[in-house]
C-alpha cells in the first residue's frame, strides 16, 4: 500500500464533502477528498434535481387534465414516457455537469479515488492501494437507501430513487412502499404521469407531518387522487414473470388482493453510511444507532474518552437534518474547524426548514408541535393558530384551494415558533415563516409587514390573526402604568 500524509483527509466528495472542501482550503493546501463512487453528488444525480424534474413534468400533465376547470379544453393530452425521461435525464446530466465542473478546481493530487475505513484514529485505508494518516478527518459519506426483507420478494423489480432515473421511459405500474418525503414526492409524480400506482406505508405517517391534523388532511388530500394507505398490512411481494405479485389488504374494503405491478419502489427511509467505514477503530461515542455523537455547532465528534474529537461529520451521515443545505452547511464548519484544531469555532446554523415537492406541498418550519410540547414540558404555554386554504381567495383563483397552516407561537411573549403547512405555494410561504423565526419576530411584528391583494399570504396572515387571537400575552402595559416608576 501506498504511504500518504496530509492536514485533513475529508471522505466523500458530495454536498457536505464539497463544501468541506473548499471551507478547509481557505485555511490550508493540505487536503484530501476521498471518493468510492461516482463524482456528482447525491443531490444532482439522484436525489434533489432529478426528483424535482420529474415532479415538473407530472404538475404539467396535471394541470393540462385540469385545465377543463377554468374552462379550457386540452384535446388528446399525451404523456410521453420517453420524452419525459429523455428531459429529466436531459436537464439532470447538465446538474451533474455543472458540479464536476467545479470539481476540476480540485487537484487530481488532492483527490482519491477509493472506499475508505478507518484503520486507527488517524490513519484510512483507500480500497488496498492507499493508508493515508490525516490530524484531522471529516466523515461526510452521506446515506443510502434501505428496505424490509419482506420487500426483497421482488427480485430485481426492488427498485429505489437512483434507478428510477434511470428508466429510458415510464412503466406502466409501481408500488411506492413508504409514504414519507421520497414516496409521496415520486408516487405523486409517477402517478399523475399516468402510471399505476399503489402507496402503502405503516403507522399512518405521511409526509414529514408531526400533526394529527395536517397527517389526516394530507392522508384525504392524497387519497382524492392516487391510491394511498399509509397504515397498509403488505403480506406477500414476489417476483413474477414480467412484474411483481403484491399481496396486501384493500383500505376501503379489508379485502385480501393480490396484484401485478412492474416495480416496487422501497422509499421506506435511508441510513448514514458509517457502516462501512470501520467506525469502532476510530475511538468515538457512538449512538445507538452507531452514528458518532457530535456537536451539530461545530460539527465535532465525540471521542470514547468524552473529550472533543479531531473527526467531524457532515451531511447525511449524521443523519441530523438530511437536507441539502443543511449538509452545505454542516460541510463548511466541519471544512472550517478541521483547518483550525487548536481552535475549533461554533458555526453559524439556521432554524429548521423542511419542505416536500408535493401538490399540494408540505412544509415544516421550526419545531413541529409534538417536538415544542416536548421542549417546553408540557406547561401549556405554546399557542396555535391557523387557517384552511379552502376558500382562501387566491388559493380559489388558481384552483389549488386545499390545505392547512397551522402556526405556533408561545404564550407571554408572543414570539413566532413555527408552522406545519399543507398547501400551495408551500415552499415560498416556509421561507417567509422561517426568515420570520431567524428573526425572533413576535406575531405582532409579523402582523406589521405588508400584505398584497390577492395572494396566498394573505392566508397567511388570518392564520397569524388567528393565533394572535389564541396568545395569552396579559394585559398590555398601559402609557402610565403602575409598573413604570419615577422618571420614566
Ligand atoms: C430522491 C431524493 C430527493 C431529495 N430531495 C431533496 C430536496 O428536494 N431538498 C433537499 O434539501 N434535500 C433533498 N434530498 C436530500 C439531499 O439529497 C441530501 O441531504 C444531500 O444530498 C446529502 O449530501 P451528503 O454530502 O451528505 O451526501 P452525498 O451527496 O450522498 O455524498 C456522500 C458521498 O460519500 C461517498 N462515500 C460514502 N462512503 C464512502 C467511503 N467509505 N469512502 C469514500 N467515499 C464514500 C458516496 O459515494 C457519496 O458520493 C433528497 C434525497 C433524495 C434521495
Ligand atoms: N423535498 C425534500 O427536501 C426531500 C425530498 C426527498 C428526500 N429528502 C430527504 O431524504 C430523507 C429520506 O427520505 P425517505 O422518504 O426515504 O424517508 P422518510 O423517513 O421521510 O420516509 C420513510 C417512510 O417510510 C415509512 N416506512 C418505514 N418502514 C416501512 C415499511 N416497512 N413499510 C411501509 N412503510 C414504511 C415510514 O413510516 C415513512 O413514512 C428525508 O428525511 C429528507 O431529509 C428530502
Redesign the pocket.
Known sequence: MQQQQTKIAI???????LSAWHAARKHTDDVVL?????YG???AR???MP??LLIAAANTAHSARNAAMFGVTINDMVVDGHAVMTRVKGERDRFVGNVLASMASIPESHRLQ????FIDPYTLAIDDHTQLTANAIII????RATWPRLLEGAGDRLII?DDVFDWDSLPPSVAVVGPG??GM??GQALSRLGVRTRTFGVGGAIGPFQSEKLRQLADETFSRELYLDPDATIEHVEQHDNGVAITFYERESGQKVTEIVDYVLAATG?KP?VD??DIEKAALALDERGVPMFNRFTTQCLGKDNTPSHIFI????NQSA??????ITE?KIAGRNAACLDDVQVGQRNVPLA?V?TEPQMAIVGESRAALETRYGGCDCIAEGGVSFDDQGRALVIGENHGYLALYAEHGSGLFLGAEMLGPRAEHIAHLLAWALEQKLTVSQMLAMPFYHPVIEEGVRSGLRDLQANLKQGSSITERCMECGPGD
Do not use: M, Y
Open positions: 471522505i466523500g466528495a458530495g454536498s457536505a464533502g476521498i471518493e468510492a463512487g461516482a453528488t447525491t443531490c439522484v436525489g434533489c426528483s424535482k477509493g472506499h475508505a475505513r461526510a459519506t452521506g446515506s430513487n418525503v421520497i414526492e415520486l435511508r453510511n462501512q467505514l457532515a451531511g447525511d451521515a438530511p437536507l441539502l443545505h443543511e449538509a460541510g419542505i415537492f
